[in-house]
């Protein structure tokens, strides 16, 4: 059965990544931990498909309230377009010392390759997923014939193969069953995971969501939330409670 191979196969990209990625994954929380110990927040991007990388990272039981999505408003459409990731970026409060994870898994597109060099201006520090097999047989489609891969301050393999789809299907002449949205979430859980654990490590309560869904969730919520609320103000998850 197919959807018996492509979960064997999910598996094993994760056993890679925690096999091959997890130094890069903890550097990753590491300079996370410490922006967020200076006040900061974390932002997240991804063009397109990715963009469900991003999300991941925000609003979600498990997961850091200050954390900033930064979303594509052309969802995808303009991802090759040479200075467009500027004009999305400008819309959010981005600030030195801070970490901006962007999602790509080809990384070879104009609007990941920009916001990684607008970032890095600001002042930021760029962790980049991107599927190394994947970005090394493809050419760059960026003017200045740079991957995100050579940019980004960090990368987190997502071990995916080139295509992204993994399985073979029986008269098609492609792939089915895509890897890297599985891998990315794995990645950005682990991170938030270990940010959590470095922050307690440091005396801090980790400012974490819990499901509104439980009793005292909302309220829960409510408390870190409006730690946040001057930054976070546009991408702030509702707060039920009163």
Same mark, same amino acid.
């Given at each position: 059965m197919l959807a018996n191979d492509y979960l064997t196969n999910a598996q094993g990209v994760l056993r890679k990544i925690q096999e091959t990625q997890m130094e890069a994954i903890l550097t990753a929380a590491d300079w996370i931990t410490e922006s967020l110990l200076g006040g900061g927040v974390f932002h997240a991007f991804g063009s397109g498909h990715s963009y469900i990388i991003a999300a991941e990272a925000h609003g979600r039981a498990g997961g850091l309230v200050p954390v900033q999505p930064i979303y594509d408003p052309a969802?995808?459409?303009?991802?090759?377009?040479?200075?467009?990731?500027?004009?999305?970026?400008?819309?959010?409060?981005?600030?030195?010392?801070?970490?901006?994870? +962007?999602?790509?898994?080809?990384?070879?597109?104009?609007?990941? +390759?920009?916001?990684?060099?607008?970032?890095?201006?600001?002042?930021?520090?760029?962790?980049? +997923?991107?599927?190394?097999?994947?970005?090394?047989?493809?050419?760059?489609?960026?003017?200045?014939?740079?991957?995100?891969?050579?940019?980004?301050?960090?990368?987190?393999?997502?071990?995916? +193969?080139?295509?992204?789809?993994?399985?073979?299907?029986?008269?098609?002449?492609?792939?089915?069953?895509?890897?890297?949205?599985?891998?990315g979430a794995a990645i950005v859980n682990a991170i938030t995971v270990q940010v959590a654990e470095n922050l307690s490590a440091r005396g801090v309560t980790p400012p974490i969501l819990i499901s509104a869904n439980i009793e005292g969730g909302d309220e829960h919520n409510a408390r870190i939330q409006a730690q946040y609320l001057d930054r976070l103000k546009r991408t702030m998850i509702p707060v039920y409670a009163k």
């Open positions: 969802e995808g459409q303009a991802e090759r377009l040479e200075g467009y990731a500027a004009t999305v970026l400008n819309r959010y409060d981005v600030r030195p010392g801070e970490v901006l994870l +962007i999602a790509s898994n080809s990384g070879i597109n104009a609007v990941p +390759i920009e916001m990684a060099l607008e970032a890095q201006k600001r002042g930021l520090k760029v962790v980049a +997923i991107t599927s190394m097999a994947h970005t090394r047989a493809a050419t760059p489609r960026h003017s200045s014939g740079k991957k995100l891969y050579e940019i980004a301050d960090l990368v987190i393999d997502n071990c995916g +193969i080139v295509g992204d789809a993994a399985i073979e299907i029986p008269g098609f002449p492609g792939r089915a069953g895509a890897t890297s949205s599985i891998a």
